[in-house]
């Protein structure tokens, strides 16, 4: 058994050597299983994924959605992800970094998607989450919402609704908050500006 120890320290010596001399930095199962899940994505031609801080950094990317249908049709949406190392013990954190208005995603990027949360197991992918995402802009939720007045209007008014998405993705509305008892304008966010 301490051959074998021998022969192991000779052999990363050996690598180390090979590497000028710098150690090699042993990947953590989060790393190998999400170098795994990457090499086996299969997106749809309207997604796309960068690595912002280079090839090095594959736990922190960055996903962009680009809905081929549906209300969001002609949106480019921007994700963020960060890896945990315990990868896929713990489902990666997600933000969206496009303001959009959309029952699940708040004014501060925050994206209500289940597996994302209490349905995440570990027999998910990085594939299943972008697929997730993808689905909420061709079918938008208002059953479990986190932005309740786009969700009110979407369930209660749908011509609106796509009407403020819409004006929201040409830039052309000025967000306000009011009710709906209040004013003639479905419900918006205040901070889109």
């Known amino acids: 058994m301490i051959r074998l120890f021998k022969v192991k320290e000779k052999q990363r ?3 180390e050597n090979a590497n000028g001399g710098a150690p090699i930095k042993k990947q953590t199962a989060g ?3 999400l170098h795994k899940d990457i090499s086996e994505l299969n997106l749809p031609k309207s997604c796309t994924i960068t690595f912002p801080n280079g090839k090095d950094d594959l736990m922190n990317f960055e ?3 680009r809905p081929d249908e549906g209300y969001y049709f002609g949106g480019t949406f921007l994700f963020s992800f960060q ?3 315990i990868y896929p013990h713990e489902a990666p954190k997600v933000k969206c970094k496009t303001k959009v208005y959309h029952p699940n995603i708040d004014l501060e990027g925050n994206v209500c998607l289940n597996i994302l949360r209490e349905d995440w197991k570990p027999v998910l992918n990085i594939n299943t989450i972008i697929y997730g995402l993808y689905h909420l802009f ?3 939720n208002s059953e479990d919402p986190l932005n309740h007045d786009a969700a009110a209007v979407l369930r209660d008014n749908p011509k609106m609704f796509e009407s403020n998405v819409r004006r ?3 830039g052309g509305i000025d967000w306000i908050v009011c009710t709906g008892l209040e004013c ?3 419900p918006l966010p205040v901070s889109f500006l």
Do not use: C, F, K, N
């Open 184 to 186: 003639d304008i479905p």
């Open 138 to 140: 061709t079918e938008p």
């Open 63 to 65: 996903v962009s959605i």
């Open 168 to 170: 929201a993705m040409s």
């Open 13 to 15: 010596e050996q690598a």
């Open 83 to 85: 890896v945990s190392p």
């Open 31 to 33: 790393e190998l299983r």
